[in-house]
Structure formats: C-alpha cells, structure tokens
C-alpha cells in the first residue's frame, strides 16, 4: 500500500493525482502547491487526499512535507527538479518527474550527471526515479525504442510534434507560458553523427508532410530532451543511434518566433524611455495564462475554436538484415474539444497528463522496479508493453508503420 505525495497540482500534476486516487494500492495522496487554492480544489474532489501549502524552493520544508510517502511525484518547473530529488533521497522514496534537470553547467552535462552521479545515490538507497516521463520526452521515447528493437542497427530518430490550434480568444500557450517562452528563447540541441551540438532557437526550419493534416506544415528545432538522452543512451539501448533530433510546429512556435526575432525572448534588459525593462518580463506580464481550470477552458470553447489540427510522429530509420527501414509511429490522442468532454482538460493536458500518469501507474504496479534514475527509453519490453497496454485504455494509442 502506498502514500504518494504530488508536489504541483497544475494541469499535469492534478491528472496524475485523479488516477492515483482511483488505484486500489494508493491509500493516501498529498497534493502541495504553492497555492493553496489549487491543492484545496483538486483534494476535495478526491476520495483520498489531503492539501497542502508547499514553498517547493525550501528543500527542508519538501522533505518535512514528504516524510514517510513511498513516492514523490515531481509537477512542478524543472529548475525544482534537483530539490525534490534531494527530498526524495532524503526521506528514500522513489521519484518521478515529466522533464530533466536544467543546472547551470548546462542540459546535457545536468543529465550526465543523472546518469552518473545520482544513478548512484538512488541505487544505493534501494529507489527507482524515472525522470523526463511525460508525452514529450516520455511517450516518445518509449516509442522510439518500440521501432529500435525492430531494426538491426538505428541511424536516426526524428520527434516532430505540430500543434495548430488556434481560437477565437487569444490563447497562445495551454501551458505554463512561463515555462513555453523560457524553452523556446532557449539554444536548441541535437544529436548529429555521434555528438552533441546546440544551435540558435528556431533553427533549420523544414516543410513537412504529416498524417492527418491536408498541407504542409513548417517545423524548427526546438531544445527538448530526447536529443540529448537518446544521445547519451545510443550505445546502452538505441542500437548506436547516430542522430535524434526534435522539431517543433505550431501557433505557440510561430508566435515565439515572431518574438525572438524582435528581441523579445532576451533576459538581458533594454532602455525604454529611461526605464530598464527585462523584455521577456515584459512579454510574460503581457501574456494571458494557460486555462487552468474546467470553466476557463470551456468559456475558450464557447467562444470559438477557429482551426485545430496536429500529429505527433516519431520516426525510426535504420538497417534490417542490410536493407533500409523506416518506422513511422503516430500518437492518436484527442483534440480539444474531446479531451473537455472526455475529462474536463485541455487537449494538452489530458496528453501529457495520462502518458505521466501511465508512467506513474507502473511505478505502484511494481512493474519497473530497477533502483537508480531512468529515462523512458530505457524501459525493458514488458514495461513498454504495460505501458501501451494501460495508455490505451485511457484513450491513447499509437499506428505504427514500417516501410
């Protein structure tokens, strides 16, 4: 039997704590936020939990606040990544978190140091932390690893994500804009012949054919972690994989474009009028907040949906018994309007909310059991299968075909 503490109860980590409240083993859940509201709002619509104000940038009040729960569940911004694994340590229970570690020596050293260093310090205390477990590093990583097992040797692994919705009240991010502006000014990394290399954002734009979408669409590359862990992973699990990249597409890319090439994204400050102004600070003063809540979401619908299209594909190309393959894998997931009727959350949320809580759900299975951190890739096949297995009943699957 397990009590579970979910640290952030924002879009993503409120989903996780409705499916942990519905699994027969969960006996009690903490939701902690900064924001009492929030904790307050989803405990009381659980059968299981209780609220809790949480400052998460005090790691002794995390650890105070975790004390005595077999899990902690990570939703909060990764600059609070490294804190709630300390906790975790601290208090030995296992971890779990949507998106890697950011530290100042940069993302692909921070999670050389995932792999290394804390690896170590989790294996030693008998925990398992799976880490980048969302859709996006997450479901596409265990996709790419489904196609990799099917080829004798892999050479590329391509994500392309394209989110095209676009309605009548402006609503340029359906998450934290915080969060989606900082990545998106941020330099973007790659996996090309064997090494790591960043690049300046929105670079190497492409046209694209993708499923479901009658015209092509424009995509850049965007800093996510699938290059760099894949990267890091290509000898252990990925068949010597040689180049991943990740490319993004979409209304919320085409804004932040539009913005960085003004100079908008910069945190360096500008003059303006003899006032020093931050112009990401005031970009993110200016930016209306991603729906949070059912009514707000609804009222977005209400007023209109104008288009909505997109296709999450992950491509695997590589030799089998000497000839050429290519695996094309798409996600089939449920748009906006669905995802409200279905559960009452955004079309992002409800993706990257179920596939964290499949993840989740396999950790109180004691289906993945290994002591020490984890990215998804590294799955074994039984897990994977589980993983699909359950991701499916909840309205997710994945077509896949070879070629």
């Known amino acids: 039997m397990k009590k579970i503490i979910v640290v952030g109860v924002g879009a993503q980590g409120s989903t996780i704590a409705k499916r942990l409240d519905e699994h027969p083993d969960v006996t009690e859940i903490i939701c902690a936020d900064y924001d009492r509201k929030a904790a307050e709002a989803l405990s009381n619509t659980l059968g299981k939990a209780r609220a809790l104000q949480l400052d998460a940038s005090d790691v002794d009040k995390v650890i105070a606040a975790a004390e005595g729960c077999d899990l902690i569940v990570n939703g909060l911004p990764l600059a609070f990544n490294l804190i709630v694994m300390e906790a975790a340590l601290a208090v030995k229970a296992s971890y779990f978190d949507m998106a890697g570690p950011m530290e100042s020596i940069g993302f692909v050293e921070s999670y050389k140091l995932m792999f290394s260093e804390w690896h170590q310090n989790f294996k030693e205390k008998g925990l398992t932390a799976l880490i980048g477990c969302g859709s996006s590093p997450g479901l596409a990583n265990v996709m790419a690893r489904e196609s990799v097992d099917k080829l004798d040797t892999c050479d590329t692994i391509s994500i392309y994500v394209y989110e095209g919705l676009w309605t009548e009240r402006f609503t340029p991010f359906w998450w934290s804009p915080d969060v989606a502006l900082v990545d998106m000014g941020y330099e973007t990394f790659r996996f090309e012949n064997g090494v790591h290399v960043t690049d300046k954002p929105f670079s190497r734009p492409v046209m694209i054919e993708l499923k479901g979408i009658d015209h092509k669409v ?30 993004y597409g979409g209304a919320g890319v085409e804004l932040s474009e539009l913005l960085y090439n003004m100079g908008l994204l910069s945190h360096e400050p500008v003059t303006v009028k003899g006032t020093r102004i931050v112009p ?60 409200f009727q279905k559960a009452g959350l955004s079309h992002e949320a409800f993706l990257t909310g179920q596939c964290a809580a499949v993840f989740v759900k396999m950790m109180v299975d004691d289906i993945f059991t290994e002591n020490g951190v984890f990215a998804p890739e590294q799955l074994p096949a039984d897990a994977r299968r589980y993983y699909f297995e359950e991701l499916a009943k909840l309205g997710v699957t994945v077509d896949v075909t070879i070629s």
Do not use: Q
């Not at 995509?219 to 990249?245: Q, R, S, Y």
């Not at 104008?306 to 190309?317: D, H, P, Q, T, Y």
């Open 218 to 247: 424009r995509m850049v590359d965007h800093e996510h972690d699938e290059p760099i862990t894949m990267g890091l992973l290509a000898e252990e699990v990925l068949k010597g994989v040689k180049n991943v990249d990740f490319k």
């Open 280 to 339: 990401l600070d005031l970009v993110l003063k200016l930016c209306p907040p991603a729906p949070k809540y059912p009514e707000e979401i609804k009222a977005i619908i209400d007023e209109g949906v104008i288009k909505e299209e997109g296709a999450f594909l992950v491509r695997v190309e590589g030799l089998k018994e000497g000839l050429p393959m290519r695996i094309d894998s798409y996600v089939n997931a449920p748009g906006l309007v669905e995802s």
